[in-house]
């Protein structure tokens, strides 16, 4: 059972380039999520997915698009990558929805020079 | 406004060791507070889930309590292991939407 995978788990993007970042979770889980997280500062939401084929943005999501694919995967794109989203990325899944238990994914490290 | 505090930021405990983190917080109206372990490197791990009925719920060598009349909850980990060493999140989940405040953390290292 592998849980929440995503990839890649490192990332090097020149600015102004542009990343499909990947995640899908084998839970049958509907509800599926991208976190980002930089140093000292709390996970922050930049988009999720409360079912297949929804998709609502949360508290950070400029700069970012979402593709709901299937109930399995949920990707995160950077059309035109800046460095102020160089982060730590964070995909997570939960049965019905936030107010449940998230499983995350180990994470995309993503640097924009 | 909606924030999580946690305390202290950083410590560092002796193998075989207990301590306790604290989270106060400020999230209205409460749905439930919950407890993440975060390696490094890797994704945070649930630890325990707490409503605002549940005083105390325990998973294994880590005790978590919750007092929602002052809005603070602890995590207490007994009889340290190395493998402990890990940043533990607090994280709110107000009632309303989809709303998750995070805290940011403290960053635990357990020597020998």
């Known amino acids: 059972n592998a849980g929440v995978t995503q990839t890649p788990k490192f990332q090097v993007l020149k600015t102004g380039q542009s990343m499909t970042l990947q995640c899908a979770q084998d839970m049958n889980h509907n509800s599926m999520y991208w976190y980002r997280q930089d140093p000292g500062m709390g996970l922050r939401l930049i988009y999720y997915?409360?079912?297949?084929?929804?998709?609502d943005k949360g508290e950070v999501p400029n700069g970012y698009n979402v593709s709901r694919l299937n109930k399995r995967e949920f990707s995160l794109r950077l059309e035109s990558a800046a460095p102020s989203q160089t982060s730590v990325y964070f995909c997570?899944?939960?049965?019905?929805?936030?107010?449940?238990?998230?499983?995350f994914g180990s994470g995309t490290q993503l640097s924009v020079l | 406004k909606n924030q999580v505090e946690q305390s202290p930021q950083s410590l560092i405990i002796l193998e075989g060791k207990n301590c306790t983190l604290q989270?106060?917080?400020?999230?209205?109206?409460?749905?439930?507070l919950r407890w993440y372990k975060q390696d490094t490197g890797r994704g945070p791990v649930s630890l325990t889930i707490?409503?605002?009925?549940?005083n105390t719920k325990s998973n294994g060598r880590y005790t978590a309590t919750l007092d929602a009349d002052t809005k603070q909850s602890s995590l207490h980990i007994t009889a340290s292991q190395l493998s402990d060493s890990a940043s533990y999140i607090c994280?709110?989940?107000?009632?309303?939407?989809?709303?998750?405040?995070f805290g940011k953390g403290t960053t635990l290292s357990v020597s020998s």
């Open positions: 994280v709110v989940s107000a009632q309303a939407g989809t709303a998750l405040i």
């Open positions: 989270c106060n917080y400020t999230v209205s109206p409460f749905s439930n």
């Open positions: 997570a899944s939960s049965e019905l929805g936030v107010w449940e238990k998230l499983f």
């Open positions: 707490m409503t605002f009925s549940e």
């Open positions: 997915s409360a079912s297949e084929g929804t998709t």
